[in-house]
């Protein structure tokens, strides 16, 4: 299984960017699909993740200002940002989580993506 992720860059504080982040590979289910952010010096932390069923979670720091959101039958989730602060300079992770390769009695993994770098400018 494979995670990509797509439409990291440079914005200014106040802007907005998209993120998406496509699973392939055999893949029977996954259920859960989001994203991480480590920024230099700090441990990768949650942003905000979706399971197959639409229940999302989000951290404080980004409640109200990105919005994260799913393609089951595509396998890819997606990550709206708004109102960019300079704090949300990291790379940007994606994560797949409890994901079945075959059929519903194949063990859960967990994948994560290679990153890609959100900076905002202030």
């Known amino acids: 299984v494979q995670l990509v992720e797509s439409g990291g860059g440079l914005v200014q504080a106040g802007g907005s960017l998209r993120l998406s982040c496509a699973a392939s590979?055999?893949?029977?289910?996954?259920?859960?699909m989001g994203w991480y952010r480590q920024a230099p010096g700090w441990q990768r932390e949650l942003v905000a993740m979706i399971t197959s069923d639409g229940n999302t979670n989000y951290a404080d720091s980004v409640k109200g200002r990105f919005t994260v959101s799913r393609d089951n039958a595509k396998k890819t989730v997606s990550l709206q940002m708004e109102n960019l602060k300079a704090e949300d300079t990291a790379v940007y992770y994606c994560?797949?989580?409890?994901?079945?390769?075959?059929?519903?009695?194949?063990?859960?993994?967990?994948?994560w993506g290679r990153g890609t770098q959100v900076t905002v400018s202030s």
């Open positions: 994560r797949a989580e409890r994901v079945q390769e075959r059929h519903a009695f194949t063990p859960f993994h967990d994948y």
């Open positions: 590979g055999t893949i029977y289910s996954i259920r859960s």
